[in-house]
């Protein structure tokens, strides 16, 4: 087993992407035996998270719907996480840990909502009003943890967490006392105009939605890996994060670094926020924090801290979500199965650096023991 692992997982080149693909293979495994203790096929469960998700055909579709806009849903709903796993990844990459995603999306979502979504403005002219309240919301937001962390040393997890909720009982307030839909019990759907998804165009004989936002999401995971490879400003993050106390040595102004690298990660999160609520959505639930942006944790997690990596464990943990629902119609399972998958990728996923460290003292370890029979040999 050690040997095996050796072979697969050992090497500098691309070391924690096979990493990444043994953590998600680990985890569908254990999936699979969840489902096999439940008498459920897992096979076919898989199967029906990627019919649900539209990347596979399903047995019979609804009138005007077929295995193309399932996927074009599929991106709907994918978007918003490739916006909250590199807000994530850009604090990790800074040395911070930002759980306050969720928070930050319930406020720029609200803004965005309030100040531009009721207006009677045109789609050219609210659809970007909705993506630069997001995006200043969502950094205000990062800025206030950022200055928490570097005036008083109040620490990222603990203040992100408080705001998430300070932020849901607060904006519940408003939304409950102004803006409550009495059919939903949510927030009053956005004008379309302002949405920043377009629902329900009829072409080719279908009826489907196209996500505005995620060529702009592609493009941020492209221009967000190209600042922090070949720019001053990345390198510097990446150096306060990898060790503040080394970082000031070389003349690193640490805490306009800090706050920066919060600034940057809300204002992707209010990206996340429109993109979900005023967009894939078109409402705002009262009183529940968005589990999006705790899914980002392990996307980010999964994606190696890399952009790129990013976008595919983007895609493959909205295969999971999207697709949980068709699963649970067809099998009769609980769609909290694919909360447990998740879960599985999230706990491999974070055991990626001790998976590493093992590998790698193993591989030490096979070849000082077969240097040491060759010496043998030799000898004799």
Same mark, same amino acid.
């Given at each position: ?18 990493? @990444? ?29 990627? *019919?649900? @998700? ?22 709907? %709903?994918? =978007? ?19 759980? #306050? ?7 720029? +979502?609200?803004?965005? /909502?309030?100040?531009?979504? &009721?207006?009677? !403005? $045109? ?55 102004? &803006? ?10 956005? +004008? ?38 070949? /720019?001053?400003? #990345? ?7 990898? $060790?503040?106390?080394? %970082? ?10 800090? !706050?920066? =690298?919060?600034?940057?990660?809300? %204002? ?8 979900? &609520?005023?967009?894939?959505?078109? +409402?705002? *639930? ?27 464990? $983007? ?34 996923? %974070?055991? +990626? ?11 030490? *370890? ?12 030799? *000898?004799?």
């Amino acid at each position: 087993m050690k040997k095996l692992m050796v072979r697969l997982l050992s090497g500098e080149k691309h070391q924690m992407f096979r990493i @990444s693909v043994f953590a998600v293979v680990i985890s569908l495994i254990f999936g699979a035996v969840v489902l096999l203790m439940i008498s459920t096929n897992p096979f076919a469960s898989y199967l029906n998270l990627l *019919q649900g @998700s539209g990347l596979a055909p399903k047995h019979s579709y609804a009138g005007m719907r077929n295995m193309f806009t399932d996927f074009m849903s599929f991106l709907d %709903a994918m =978007t918003p996480m490739i916006f909250a796993s590199l807000s994530v990844m850009v604090a990790l990459k800074g040395g911070l840990f930002n759980i #306050g995603v969720s928070g930050m999306m319930l406020v720029s +979502s609200f803004c965005a /909502t309030a100040l531009v979504g &009721y207006s009677s !403005l $045109s789609a050219g002219i609210a659809r970007p009003l909705v993506l630069i309240t997001g995006i200043v919301s969502g950094a205000l937001v990062g800025a206030i943890i950022g200055a928490l962390k570097f005036k008083f040393n109040i620490n990222e997890v603990v203040s992100s967490i408080m705001l998430n909720y300070i932020f849901m009982y607060v904006l519940t307030f408003f939304i409950n006392s102004y &803006y409550l839909d009495p059919v939903s019990r949510q927030s009053i759907n956005i +004008s379309d105009s302002a949405r920043l998804t377009i629902i329900d165009i009829k072409a080719f004989g279908l009826k489907f939605d196209v996500p505005l936002a995620f060529i702009l999401a592609i493009l941020a995971a492209f221009i967000i890996r190209f600042v922090m490879n070949r /720019t001053t400003i #990345g390198y510097e993050i990446k150096a306060v994060g990898l $060790s503040p106390a080394a %970082a000031n040595y070389a003349g690193i102004n640490i805490r306009k670094n800090i !706050l920066l =690298t919060m600034v940057v990660s809300g %204002a992707l999160a209010g990206l996340a926020g429109v993109t979900y &609520y005023c967009g894939y959505v078109g +409402s705002i *639930q009262p009183g529940v924090v968005p589990g999006l942006g705790f899914n980002a944790i392990a996307v980010a997690l999964l994606g190696c801290s890399d952009p790129i990596g990013c976008i595919l464990a $983007s895609f493959l943990i909205t295969v999971i979500s999207k697709g949980s629902i068709y699963m649970s119609s067809q099998q009769g399972v609980e769609i909290e199965l694919a909360d447990l998958i998740t879960a599985f990728i999230l706990i491999f996923s %974070a055991c +990626s650096g001790f998976i590493k460290e093992y590998t790698d003292k193993a591989e030490r *370890q096979l070849k000082e023991k077969n240097f040491n029979e060759k010496k043998g040999g030799a *000898q004799a």
